[in-house]
């Protein structure tokens, strides 16, 4: 026998110990493969049978009886539940689960009737529910994956509900409500309560009610969310500037630029006065996408007292809004900078406004870089 | 003397103990706080639609910046490659930095460049610039192509960054096979955090034996040869199992050097790319932390653990010594640059706890592995080895090494699952196995020689002839467990012992593609990117005198006429030999033999199939030739 120290006895124990952890990893991954090619065996066969059906439902014809023959909700639902229980009992979670993500996969790619067809059978299999159950759960994730399945299949969730996951403590679920409430209600109104005056015209102000701050990740994806609505008379976002959340300002004055909303350019003006660095930046780009001539006198003035960054954006909006004044101060700047990069945006915004004041500053400032600097202006019509 | 040993040996005994818990515990909590960073990101970007942001205005525009050198064979591939990028607003600038072979002409050529008069503002220094191309093509529009004096990677990068209009760059390698949607995804922490973002990188893949068509990994394959191998089980250690963690701690120190995207006020205002560093993807991050930290300016550099590029690793010891040396001396210069940040307070977790973790767990363990070989051998010739508190040290080292191991590849399980094919987990666990066994020691002696190196100032590739760029890579690192016999003096040679022997770890360095200093290097990284999908094959023949090349004339693609050579030297001169005839060449490894080909001619050619390939059957007789029919 050997003779073993209680240090070595201890040793062997921490072997032991980390062998079978080793060992519980190793038939742990083997399992889960295992598992997880049987549920992909049998979710793609799911898959197929799912997608068969759905195909013979919304596309074809002969078989579309659900919205010509079957008139009556309760029989088509019937018609429909038999349809599907014919491939598997539709109480079964998994299967469920097979469908619901089949039809959020055909509903991405489809738009008009056939789109209608598949919100009423998801309806009619009352998948909306589990969605619905998902959004009552307690799990975060959970709530997201509800709200996306029903905003998706345009299935209105009640205000109540998405008013208290405005402002829930997840990231996700807030921005999930956020895109819901914005699709479904009427949130243009500024002072809108939670009258119902009609169908689809549930007012309420979503920005006002706003705690967080939304991301610039938000910001873009509520821009495009906003721009997919189809507005009889486009709201009037300059009602937002006022804002205390400083988010739900950046966000309106994109919206302005993205709607053109010229009208706003006045309250706009009175934005440059803002400290925050985010608001200023994003009114001094807006003046210049608008073209806000009303703008230049403050800009020109706002130039000698803000940071070299938000400089370059006074030039290059100045270049875009263009008046006579605007190209003296050019002059001038591009006369009084040492810094490069800001003379060649000055020379770029010069030549937008009057390509012959580039002669101008040729003649006055004849030197190498200048002339490099105007070359380098014309580069494109060169290659061109 | 007999108390001096005593001495030595307690002193040595207490130092491996306090090293190696440290290790373990290092190694535990970073392991733990991935898990958790993993965990966080995998269910909040579960619900992202990217597409969301591809074509919004207010989407940021990036700069890409690929310095290029010597890349003539498969420039242009990759440049379209990065044109077709999901992107709404981006340039590609191609900093070719004064290349010997025909890259520029070929760029020219296929791009319709012209050069333009391009005033460039120089806020970082750089070689001189010879010309600024852009192409006359519209369809070309977003590319630039800087032609300068050769100066190095970092010096390339530099000139990108004086021309970049926008302001974010990303910093890439031209050989790299960048995914498609990478940008979107490296951009959204700059869009999402709250706090200001200075960079952001993500994971490399290595991309040996993947099936590549047209510039895009077409279809992930587990390196078959033993070697990139092991360095695939590496990389998944290092990005999914380490540098999470070190994101969520906001203490990432790298960012690697074949895509990542930069803050280029930062990088400006922090001096830009460090050209005598030989790892300037490691000091730049350094770098710009330290100008943040010394403003008190609030920041983060975040990782994310998508797949964002793949790239090839080396396949030959040579090479990976070469590789693991070179990362070695630039981790160490860099640390010795910024030594003010050790247990700094002022610089928060980069001088409490980063800095401290690259000091003493990646710099200092090949040092203290390598003593332990050596005390090793003191302790046999005195006779004071403890032979089986030893031998179970072994085991348990051993054991958790593959533990470890075994750990990173359930992340990736459970992420991003890349390697799906049954057999994969099999082959990985073999690695695991074999990884502690001669390779990590091989590793841990190319990083120590790495030291002598630096100190005798040796410069991986000497004078400035060097050419093209490395593969990628990943620095190595050691892991030692501790002993419960810490005081027993005989347990040092346990402690050395299991020094000596175990060695893996969670790697965090993947300095990627700096320039090679051996010309083969270049050719057998840029070779091997071109793969033959066999599965693309359908009929391979032998051409002689009388060959019917009829059959070829209903095909739309031909493609390959080869032969085989041993000798990446010879090939390439054949290539050369081959082009100067008029003849399109390209270079390609043979995954199977090892040996190379010469594929002559090109898709969709001109030229009558026949009337080429008898051309080239009667000029080539010396040769056997194959012609392969493809299909696309």
């Given at each position: 026998?050997?003779?073993?120290?209680?240090?070595?006895?201890?040793?062997?124990?921490?072997?032991?110990?980390?062998?079978?952890?080793?060992?519980?990893?190793?038939?742990?991954?083997?399992?889960?493969?295992?598992?997880?090619?049987?549920v992909d065996v049998k979710n793609k066969n799911?898959?197929?049978?799912?997608?068969?059906?759905?195909?013979?439902?919304?596309?074809?014809?002969?078989?579309?009886?659900?919205?010509?023959?079957?008139?009556?909700?309760?029989?088509?639902?019937?018609?429909?539940?038999?349809?599907?229980?014919?491939?598997?009992?539709?109480?079964?979670?998994?299967?469920?689960?097979?469908?619901?993500?089949?039809?959020?996969?055909?509903?991405?790619?489809?738009?008009?009737?056939?789109?209608?067809?598949?919100?009423?059978?998801?309806?009619?299999?009352?998948?909306?529910?589990?969605?619905?159950?998902?959004?009552?759960?307690?799990?975060?994730?959970?709530?997201?994956?509800?709200?996306?399945?029903?905003?998706?299949?345009?299935?209105?969730?009640?205000?109540?509900?998405?008013?208290?996951?405005?402002?829930?403590?997840?990231?996700?679920?807030?921005?999930?409500?956020?895109?819901?409430?914005?699709?479904?209600?009427?949130?243009?109104?500024?002072?809108?309560?939670?009258?119902?005056?009609?169908?689809?015209?549930?007012?309420?102000?979503?920005?006002?009610?706003?705690?967080?701050?939304?991301?610039?990740?938000?910001?873009?994806?509520?821009?495009?969310?906003?721009?997919?609505?189809?507005?009889?008379?486009?709201?009037?976002?300059?009602?937002?500037?006022?804002?205390?959340?400083?988010?739900?300002?950046?966000?309106?004055?994109?919206?302005?630029?993205?709607?053109?909303?010229?009208?706003?350019?006045?309250?706009?003006?009175?934005?440059?006065?803002?400290?925050?660095?985010?608001?200023?930046?994003?009114?001094?780009?807006?003046?210049?996408?608008?073209?806000?001539?009303?703008?230049?006198?403050?800009?020109?003035?706002?130039?000698?007292?803000?940071?070299?960054?938000?400089?370059?954006?006074?030039?290059?909006?100045?270049?875009?809004?263009?008046?006579?004044?605007?190209?003296?101060?050019?002059?001038?700047?591009?006369?009084?900078?040492?810094?490069?990069?800001?003379?060649?945006?000055?020379?770029?915004s010069i030549k937008t406004i009057d390509e012959k004041q580039i002669d101008t500053i040729r003649i006055k400032h004849n030197d190498e870089k200048t002339n490099l600097m105007i070359k380098h202006l014309y580069k494109n019509e060169n290659v061109a | 003397m007999d108390s001096f040993?005593?001495?030595?040996?307690?002193?040595?005994?207490?130092?491996?103990?306090?090293?190696?818990?440290?290790?373990?515990?290092?190694?535990?909590?970073?392991?733990?706080?991935?898990?958790?960073?993993?965990?966080?990101?995998?269910?909040?970007?579960?619900?992202?639609?990217?597409?969301?942001?591809?074509?919004?205005?207010?989407t940021p525009p990036i700069s890409i910046i690929a310095p290029a050198y010597n890349e003539g064979m498969t420039i242009v591939e990759n440049i379209l490659s990065l044109l077709s990028l999901y992107y709404g607003e981006y340039e590609v600038i191609i900093v070719n930095d004064g290349s010997k072979d025909d890259s520029m002409e070929k760029l020219i050529k296929y791009f319709h460049l012209k050069k333009v008069d391009f005033y460039i503002n120089y806020k970082l220094p750089c070689q001189p610039i010879r010309g600024i191309y852009e192409s006359t093509n519209p369809i070309y529009n977003k590319l630039i192509i800087i032609d300068k004096e050769n100066g190095g990677k970092s010096d390339a990068l530099n000139s990108g960054i004086n021309i970049a209009k926008y302001d974010l760059f990303c910093a890439v390698d031209v050989d790299t096979i960048i995914e498609p949607d990478s940008l979107l995804k490296v951009i959204k922490p700059f869009l999402e955090e709250k706090t200001k973002v200075i960079a952001t990188g993500g994971v490399i893949r290595i991309s040996n034996s993947c099936i590549i068509d047209r510039g895009r990994i077409s279809e992930v394959i587990l390196p078959k040869e033993t070697l990139p191998r092991i360095q695939t089980l590496e990389y998944i250690r290092s990005f999914l199992l380490g540098r999470m963690g070190w994101s969520k701690l906001n203490g990432l120190l790298i960012i690697s050097g074949a895509f990542g995207?930069?803050?280029?006020?930062?990088?400006?205002?922090?001096?830009?790319?460090?050209?005598?560093?030989?790892?300037?993807?490691?000091?730049?991050?350094?770098?710009?932390?330290?100008?943040?930290?010394?403003?008190?300016?609030?920041?983060?550099?975040?990782?994310?653990?998508?797949?964002?590029?793949?790239?090839?690793?080396?396949?030959?010891?040579?090479i990976l010594y070469r590789q693991r040396n070179r990362w070695y001396r630039g981790l160490a210069e860099t640390l010795w640059m910024y030594k003010g940040f050790f247990l700094n307070k002022k610089y928060g977790i980069m001088g409490i706890l980063s800095y401290p973790y690259w000091f003493f767990l990646e710099w200092l363990a090949p040092i203290?592995?390598?003593?332990?070989?050596?005390?090793?051998?003191?302790?046999?010739?005195?006779?004071?080895?403890?032979?089986?508190?030893?031998?179970?040290?072994l085991i348990s080292v051993y054991l958790f090494s593959i533990f470890l191991s075994i750990t990173s590849l359930i992340f990736e399980e459970f992420s991003f699952n890349q390697y799906k094919n049954k057999k994969d987990f099999f082959k990985f666990l073999l690695v695991t196995l074999i990884e502690p066994l001669g390779y990590h020691q091989y590793i841990t002696w190319a990083s120590f020689r790495g030291n002598f190196d630096l100190m005798f100032k040796k410069k991986s590739w000497g004078e400035m002839t060097r050419t093209g760029f490395n593969p990628t890579d990943v620095k190595k690192k050691q892991f030692k467990l501790p002993s419960l016999e810490s005081i027993k003096p005989s347990s040092m040679v346990g402690y050395a012992l299991f020094i000596i022997i175990f060695g893996l770890t969670i790697r965090?360095?993947?300095?990627?593609?700096?320039?090679?200093?051996?010309?083969?290097?270049?050719?057998?990284?840029?070779?091997?990117?071109?793969?033959?999908?066999?599965?693309s094959i359908i009929e391979k023949q032998k051409i002689s005198e009388n060959y019917k090349v009829a059959k070829i004339e209903k095909k739309r693609y031909w493609h390959v006429i080869f032969h085989e050579i041993k000798t990446i030297k010879k090939a390439n001169e054949e290539a050369y030999r081959l082009r100067e005839k008029g003849y399109e060449t390209t270079v390609i490894k043979n995954q199977k033999t090892g040996h190379f080909l010469i594929s002559v001619g090109k898709k969709e050619t001109n030229i009558k199939a026949s009337d080429l390939l008898n051309k080239i059957a009667e000029e080539e007789q010396k040769f056997d030739l194959w012609l392969l029919l493809y299909e696309e």
């Open positions: 026998m050997i003779d073993l120290s209680e240090e070595a006895f201890l040793l062997i124990v921490v072997i032991c110990i980390i062998l079978s952890i080793v060992l519980i990893e190793i038939v742990f991954v083997i399992l889960y493969r295992i598992v997880s090619t049987i799911y898959y197929s049978k799912v997608e068969e059906l759905l195909n013979e439902l919304v596309f074809d014809d002969e078989q579309n009886y659900i919205s010509k023959a079957v008139k009556n909700y309760v029989e088509k639902q019937n018609v429909i539940l038999k349809k599907f229980n014919n491939i598997d009992n539709t109480s079964n979670p998994n299967f469920r689960k097979a469908i619901q993500k089949v039809i959020l996969k055909f509903h991405k790619n489809v738009s008009g009737s056939v789109s209608e067809e598949l919100r009423k059978i998801y309806i009619a299999l009352r998948l909306s529910k589990d969605s619905v159950l998902k959004i009552n759960s307690n799990k975060w994730m959970l709530k997201v994956e509800g709200i996306i399945e029903l905003t998706q299949l345009n299935i209105k969730i009640p205000l109540t509900t998405l008013k208290i996951l405005i402002n829930h403590k997840n990231e996700i679920v807030r921005q999930e409500a956020i895109f819901a409430v914005v699709k479904f209600y009427n949130v243009f109104e500024k002072n809108g309560d939670n009258s119902y005056n009609g169908y689809n015209d549930i007012k309420f102000n979503l920005f006002g009610y706003l705690e967080y701050e939304l991301s610039e990740w938000q910001q873009i994806k509520l821009i495009n969310t906003i721009s997919q609505i189809k507005f009889d008379v486009i709201p009037d976002f300059s009602k937002w500037l006022n804002s205390e959340n400083k988010s739900v300002k950046v966000l309106f004055i994109k919206l302005i630029v993205q709607y053109n909303q010229y009208e706003s350019i006045p309250i706009l003006i009175t934005l440059l006065e803002e400290k925050d660095e985010k608001i200023l930046k994003q009114t001094i780009l807006a003046l210049g996408e608008l073209e806000g001539v009303f703008a230049v006198n403050k800009l020109i003035e706002l130039y000698s007292v803000l940071n070299p960054e938000n400089r370059i954006d006074i030039i290059k909006s100045l270049g875009k809004i263009g008046t006579d004044n605007v190209v003296t101060f050019l002059i001038e700047k591009f006369s009084e900078t040492i810094d490069d990069t800001v003379k060649l945006i000055i020379l770029e | 040993f005593n001495i030595l040996f307690d002193f040595t005994t207490y130092f491996f103990f306090v090293f190696t818990v440290t290790m373990l515990l290092s190694y535990i909590l970073i392991g733990v706080y991935s898990a958790k960073a993993m965990l966080d990101y995998s269910r909040k970007n579960n619900y992202v639609d990217y597409r969301d942001i591809l074509n919004s205005k207010f995207l930069f803050d280029k006020k930062v990088v400006i205002d922090s001096g830009g790319y460090n050209k005598n560093t030989v790892t300037e993807d490691f000091e730049i991050v350094v770098r710009i932390r330290k100008f943040m930290e010394d403003l008190k300016m609030p920041y983060k550099v975040v990782y994310i653990p998508d797949p964002l590029c793949w790239t090839e690793a080396p396949n030959t010891f040579k203290v592995e390598i003593c332990g070989y050596i005390l090793l051998m003191f302790f046999i010739i005195v006779g004071k080895i403890d032979w089986i508190f030893a031998f179970l040290l965090h360095v993947a300095f990627n593609n700096d320039y090679v200093e051996i010309k083969e290097d270049i050719f057998n990284t840029t070779i091997s990117k071109q793969k033959i999908d066999k599965s």
